[in-house]
């Protein structure tokens, strides 16, 4: 009597090639059920390491005011300008390049292998986070309590909000919930699909740097040039894939008449292509005039439609949810393709 093979479903080569769409199901499943942890996570830490590494690097922000009158000859502009940027790209490097190729050599074979890609993709997403936020806001402004919306609205946005009124409060939170849907959730899906988890971790921690030093300022311009540039680029197709998952599932037309007409106004290519593809997508128009460190900015105009209120927080969540699984979807299918 012939011995029975196991079914072609549970071949090691098909289970091979479901490993990475099954740890991403598993760790966008734990980033709902858990959400970031409350104590010790990883990034709180990165972020005193950052914040060291920059006080150590960056010499140039502490000695630049009492240096001004040689910095405004040429010559020593542009010397100053490549030694910022060169400590930039060396504290940059030993920040997220060293700890990604770390991960990647110390990364195990079989089942172990697949248990760390889960954890730091998990460590790495925020959507949970990032809905109980943009909810906390959506469930202020429904109970009129716009004191503790402006207050909430704060701790997601870097505009000023003491002063923003109930629709500048609504077109806030959907603004920062669509363009984190792509910093904090599908950025990192992006990459963890190419790379595992290493690469999952390199986009969050290059993102969390581009978060602390990505300013145009006196002491990140120089400085922050690799940080802002390196998110740029490790950006650049995730923000479009965001954007077109955006378009397709919502109000299609709508989303890539204004992703073509509005985004290249936007003075980050990678935010306009997703906020404006995200406010076409729910018929409302963002953008506009806002403060930012005491200074009114004349932004360009986002979307088409209504102005936004405090139910378009909702139905911009939904969205996200909405692409994450067309997301989870397409990666399951290519393993199951590729089996």
């Not at 806001?137 to 909000?161: E, Y």
Request: glycine share 10%; hydrophobic share 50%.
């Amino acid at each position: 009597m012939p011995t029975a093979s196991f079914p072609q479903w549970y071949s090691v080569q098909t289970l091979a090639a479901l490993s990475l769409p099954l740890a991403a199901i598993a760790a966008v499943a734990l980033d709902r059920l858990l959400g970031e942890p409350r104590r010790w996570h990883p990034l709180h830490g990165f972020g005193a390491l950052a914040n060291a590494v920059e006080r150590a690097f960056n010499v140039a922000a502490g000695s630049r005011a009492a240096s001004r009158q040689m910095l405004d000859r040429p010559q020593t502009q542009h010397i100053g300008r490549v030694a910022g940027r060169l400590r930039g790209l060396l504290a940059w490097s030993l920040l997220v390049l060293s700890p990604t190729a770390l991960a990647w050599w110390l990364s195990p074979a079989g089942l172990p292998g697949w248990a760390m890609d889960v954890v730091v993709l998990y460590l790495a997403l925020g959507a949970r986070s990032l809905d109980e936020h943009a909810s906390r806001v959506a469930s202020d402004l429904a109970s009129a309590d716009l004191p503790a919306a402006r207050r909430h609205v704060g701790w997601m946005v870097s505009r000023q909000t003491a002063h923003l009124d109930a629709a500048g409060v609504a077109a806030a939170c959907v603004e920062s919930t669509l363009e984190n849907g792509n910093d904090a959730v599908f950025g990192a899906l992006f990459w963890f699909a190419l790379l595992g988890g290493p690469g999952a971790l390199l986009f969050r921690l290059a993102n969390t740097l581009d978060a602390m030093w990505g300013y145009r300022n006196p002491r990140f311009v120089d400085f922050g040039w690799t940080a802002a540039r390196a998110d740029d680029l490790l950006n650049f197709l995730p923000a479009r894939l965001t954007a077109f998952s955006y378009a397709l599932c919502g109000r299609t037309r709508s989303a890539w008449r204004c992703w073509r007409g509005q985004a290249p106004a936007w003075k980050s290519a990678n935010a306009g292509a997703v906020m404006a593809a995200g406010a076409g997508s729910l018929g409302i128009a963002l953008g506009g005039a806002a403060v930012y460190h005491g200074r009114r900015e004349q932004r360009p105009e986002l979307g088409e439609g209504r102005p936004a209120t405090g139910d378009d927080i909702a139905l911009a969540l939904t969205l996200l949810r909405r692409c994450l699984l067309l997301w989870l979807a397409i990666m399951l299918c290519w393993g199951l393709a590729r089996a």
